[in-house]
């Protein structure tokens, strides 16, 4: 093993895989042993009380196979937002794998992590939703989202686990159940989700990190070449991921710009669309965490729609695990405000360098 992993030495790897910065669900490229022993260990993680933890199946069509190797003999067929019980991580013996992680399964299969979404089911109590409104994050597998709150009314989207949404009240269904109702910010509309699917963020979880520190001593880094991204308090690395950047696609070149940027723009969750769907085009209600770095959309974010993190494979953007993105968010300038949607400063972002 090299003693550094794009550039990130092992000592500072060491560290922060103690500070459990690179454990699973960054669902990061591993950079090391140490990550891929993380990935292993953190499966077992949870408090006793938290549900068994899920896959959803992120692609149309996904083997499963007797052993953690494309190599291997598949045994079953799986397609999308089919649920699966994951039971552990196992390593592809494949060193050269930009992405050697399997989620060994239930039955004893292994399905391939880049397709495959963690996820649990957690249930909420409806609460009462402020004025203003309140950020809401999905917490089950998905959930759709009708016209009306009514399952047999129009439906909207299918809203993933960890992605995020503006509830603007809480409203009574046509049985009498609590839903809630949700802003489309991109289209300006409205749709609805039972409430017990969707757990509204306390503000504990939104607040600063590291806010006493100027604006100059905050920085991140985006190596396209490690598909890596680095945070600096003054020189030190105190977190550290995988991400997904822009590549060459079908449709178009739509690598990430390289050069000095900001992090001026800001959201916790944004409706991104663009083109046809049927040729590289996309539509993603409730993006998560999104950091804009230019005025044409190039941001970092969250990511629910894959896990295959390590390679280029976006239309411009730096793709994150949501876990990783919420930490940049809270971490980066400038600070939004909880019941805030969104907030655009200059003075003060976080610099932002990519590199290659």
Not at 87 to 94: G, P, Y
Not at 95 to 119: E, H
Not at 205 to 229: M, N, T, Y
């Amino acid at each position: 093993m090299n003693d550094s992993d794009g550039g990130l030495s092992r000592r500072d790897f060491l560290k922060l895989s103690g500070l459990g910065l690179l454990g699973l669900f960054t669902r990061a490229r591993p950079l090391s042993f140490f990550s891929e022993a993380l990935h292993r260990a953190d499966l077992g993680a949870g408090a006793a009380s938290e549900p068994p933890l899920q896959g959803r199946v992120i692609s149309n069509a996904l083997w499963a196979y007797n052993a953690p190797s494309p190599k291997s003999q598949p045994v079953k067929f799986y397609w999308r937002d089919l649920l699966v019980d994951i039971d552990s991580a196992a390593i592809d013996d494949d060193a050269s794998a930009y992405n050697r992680v399997w989620y060994k399964l239930a039955d004893g299969s292994y399905l391939y992590s880049g397709w495959v979404q963690p996820v649990r089911t957690l249930l909420n109590e409806a609460v009462a939703i402020p004025k203003a409104g309140a950020l809401g994050e999905i917490s089950v597998p998905y959930t759709d989202a009708y016209k009306s709150p009514d399952p047999s009314s129009k439906f909207a989207y299918r809203l993933y686990y960890e992605s995020t949404h503006w509830v603007l009240e809480s409203v009574a269904g046509s049985d009498e159940s609590a839903w809630y109702r949700l802003l489309d910010d991109k289209f300006d509309d409205f749709y609805f989700i039972p409430a017990r699917h969707a757990r509204i963020l306390p503000r504990a979880e939104l607040e600063p990190i590291s806010p006493d520190l100027s604006p100059r001593q905050k920085r991140l880094e985006v190596r396209l070449g490690a598909q890596l991204v680095l945070a600096y308090e003054a020189e030190r690395v105190v977190f550290a991921t995988r991400a997904a950047t822009g590549a060459i696609l079908r449709a178009g070149t739509y690598t990430t710009p390289i050069g000095r940027f900001s992090t001026y723009h800001k959201r916790p969750s944004r409706h991104m669309a663009a083109g046809d769907l049927a040729a590289s085009g996309f539509d993603l209600p409730g993006v998560p965490w999104v950091l804009y770095i230019k005025d044409n959309g190039v941001s970092l974010h969250g990511t629910y729609w894959h896990n295959d993190f390590g390679r280029p494979r976006s239309h411009g953007c730096v793709n994150l695990s949501p876990s990783a993105a919420r930490w940049i968010y809270r971490w980066s300038l400038p600070s939004v405000a909880p019941e805030k949607p969104y907030k655009y400063e200059f003075a003060n972002a976080t610099r932002v360098d990519v590199t290659e």
